[in-house]
Each structure stands twice: as structure tokens, then as C-alpha cells.
Antibody
């Protein structure tokens, strides 16, 4: 069955960096676009970033542009999110999502807390 | 940026009765490829979101047929024909035509 497992979350000080990973299994990873979506505590969903199946195009929300970098390694079936210059408002559960047409699957999320 | 506005934000419902959620976009969601990329998601407390509907009216695999999506242009609706207890939670619309944007969410609870 399809599995997306996020890791790399934790507590980091403002201005710090963190790298999230999302390990995919149960489907052909290289066939699908991938997303990062976040949810601040008690708040709604916010799209963060998208990368096409072959990594050729990447898109970012204005709130993270210039600070976050999305990437993928199709040989390792893994999605990444490098987060730099973290701010307290980046505190959220970060979800990995695989989606294309009728295919849509989400991971369980990893919590990132930015606090001094 | 496209703004997605859902209404109502809170929806108390009676078991077995219908329910409806509206989602309006600040600009047309018709893509240059002719498709309209409007999806609906359901999130139960403590769980990851689950997509119910994609491209306005296409039900995802395993989604009960009491859920239906409709609309066009800037106005969209999610309908539940007969609410069941498992339908509680927060519903989000999301557009994928002009980058990606979620609505604020509509909390559905049983009266």
C-alpha cells in the first residue's frame, strides 16, 4: 500500500535550519508530483511547495520563497524540504503529499517548532 | 494571489440530513488546459487530510457517494446528501489552477 513517512521535524531556534524528508513506498515515486503542505497549531492548511515528477519545475508559496528549497531523489524515493532562516511563524505540522489526477496520498506529518 | 472563501465556517448538522459547503474563488479557476482544478478535502481531528473530490466533481476512490461536488468558474459547492457521524471534522476546498490555495476550512459538527 502507499506510504509516505515524514521525518526531520523538531525544535529549532529562530534563524536556524532544518531538513525534512519524506520516504515514499508502494507506488512509482518518479511518476508523481510531490507537495509540502503545512498546518500551524489550531489553524488551516497552507500549501508550501510543489515539485514536478522529474524535478524539473519547483514552486513556492510567497511566505517561504527564498528560504525553503524543495528537492527529490527519485533513485531513493525520497522528497526533501530544506528550511533555512526559520521564523516562529513557520511552526507547524508539515505534511508530504503525492498527487496527480486521481492519485492523492498524504503522510502523517512531522512537527516543526521554531522557538527560542 | 487567488483567495478561496468558504462558507459557512461552522456547520452544525443533524444526522441523516443534507449539508452543503460553499467555496468561492477570487478569480476563475478554469485553467488554460480547459480543466478546473478545484478539490475538496476532509480532515478529522488528529488525522491527515483526505481528498474527497478533484476537478470539481470527481469523487476519489473509496469516497461514499453521499459526497458530491459541483460548480464552475468561481463558485463551487460540496454536498453531503445524508450526514453520518463519521463526516464530522473540517472540510477544505483547494484550488490548483493558479499555484495552490486552500480555503479557511468549514467545521462540521453534529447538533
Amino acid at each position: 500500500q502507499v506510504q509516505l513517512v515524514e521525518s526531520g521535524g523538531g525544535v529549532v531556534q529562530p534563524g536556524g535550519s532544518l531538513r525534512l524528508s519524506c520516504a515514499a513506498s508502494g507506488f512509482t515515486f518518479s511518476n508523481h508530483g510531490m507537495y509540502w503542505v503545512r498546518q500551524a497549531p489550531g489553524k488551516g492548511l497552507e500549501w508550501v511547495s510543489h515539485i514536478q515528477n522529474d524535478g524539473s519545475n519547483k514552486y513556492y508559496a510567497d511566505s517561504v520563497k527564498g528560504r525553503f528549497t524543495i528537492s527529490r531523489d527519485n533513485s531513493k524515493n525520497t522528497l526533501y524540504l530544506q528550511m533555512n532562516s526559520l521564523k516562529p511563524e513557520d511552526t507547524a505540522v508539515y505534511y508530504c503529499r503525492a498527487a496527480d489526477g486521481p492519485f492523492d496520498n498524504w503522510g502523517q506529518g512531522t512537527l516543526v517548532t521554531v522557538s527560542s | 494571489d487567488v483567495v478561496m472563501t468558504q462558507s459557512p465556517l461552522s456547520l452544525p448538522v443533524t444526522l441523516g440530513q443534507p449539508a452543503s459547503i460553499s467555496c468561492r474563488s477570487s478569480q476563475s479557476l478554469v485553467h488554460s488546459d480547459g480543466n478546473t482544478y478545484l478539490s475538496w478535502f476532509h480532515q478529522r481531528p488528529g488525522q491527515s487530510p483526505r481528498r474527497l473530490i478533484y476537478r470539481v466533481s470527481n469523487r476519489d476512490s473509496g469516497v461514499p457517494d453521499r459526497f458530491s461536488g459541483s460548480g464552475s468558474g468561481t463558485d463551487f459547492t460540496l454536498k453531503i446528501s445524508r450526514v453520518e457521524a463519521e463526516d464530522v471534522g473540517i472540510y477544505y476546498c483547494m484550488q490548483g489552477t493558479h499555484s495552490w490555495t486552500f480555503g479557511q476550512g468549514t467545521k462540521v459538527e453534529i447538533k
